[in-house]
């Protein structure tokens, strides 16, 4: 099965860019890159989405590598918000059903 | 409000008594997960919903745990007999369209705990 490997901890300190590294080698052609992050006590929250190409947004950018098999999330300038445990998602696409494979996730601290 | 809710947000359970855990989706979205979380764990995917067709069962854990969506909005999680192990956040989130990239959005989870 498609999985994801992230390292399990991360520090920043406040107003520095992250960035957040994450393997997936056994990707496949029509599978989407997500990433989510969770607080304490919340489900997981949208962070952004990609196939191939490199895409940016208002919280992140997200840049794929050409072979698909690692990407990395960018957190341009950290808060002490962004604490969180960011998790890299494959989106499979597995005859018409659909699922979202979750890894270990990387628990990201900020330092102010 | 405008997103997932999970109801109840904590359940206290006897090893053996069966639970129910519901969801509400986002009103309008086609596809439905369940998810479970171990304490420190990623989630888990257990079901997934297109409308009211289970399309995908592969992650439940047993055949104690059963899930339904019959009108294809609401969907509830069962777990008979439940277990120590259990105890987990059982996670929902719904999406959309399953064609398009498929943002799921997630509800804030049922946080259930077997004595």
């Known amino acids: 099965d498609a999985k994801t490997t992230q390292p399990n901890s991360m520090e920043s300190n406040e107003e520095e860019p992250v960035h957040l590294p994450c393997n997936h080698s056994t990707i496949s052609g029509t599978d989407y890159i997500h990433w989510y992050r969770q607080l304490p006590s919340q489900g997981p929250e949208y962070v952004i989405h990609g196939l191939t190409s490199n895409v940016n947004n208002r919280m992140a950018s997200l840049a794929i590598a050409e072979d698909r098999k690692s990407s990395t999330l960018i957190l341009h300038r950290a808060t002490l918000r962004d604490a969180a445990v960011y998790y890299c998602?494959?989106?499979?696409?597995?005859?018409?059903?659909?699922?979202?494979?979750f890894g270990t996730g990387t628990r990201l601290k900020v330092l102010a | 409000g405008a997103g997932v809710s999970q109801s109840p947000r904590y359940k206290v359970a006897k090893r053996g008594q069966d639970v129910a855990l519901r969801c509400d989706p986002i009103s309008g979205h086609v596809s439905l997960f369940w998810y479970q979380q171990a304490l420190g764990q990623g989630p888990e995917f257990l079901t997934y919903f297109q409308n009211e067709a289970q399309l995908d069962k592969s992650g439940l854990p047993s055949d104690r745990f059963f899930a339904e969506r019959p009108e294809g909005s609401v969907s509830t999680l069962k777990i008979q007999r439940t277990q120590q192990e259990d105890s987990a956040v059982y996670l929902c989130?719904?999406?959309?369209?399953?064609?398009?990239?498929?943002?799921?959005?997630f509800g804030p989870g049922t946080r259930l705990l077997v004595l």
């Open positions: 989130a719904s999406s959309f369209s399953p064609g398009l990239a498929g943002i799921g959005y």
């Open positions: 998602i494959l989106r499979l696409i597995t005859s018409g059903t659909y699922k979202y494979i």
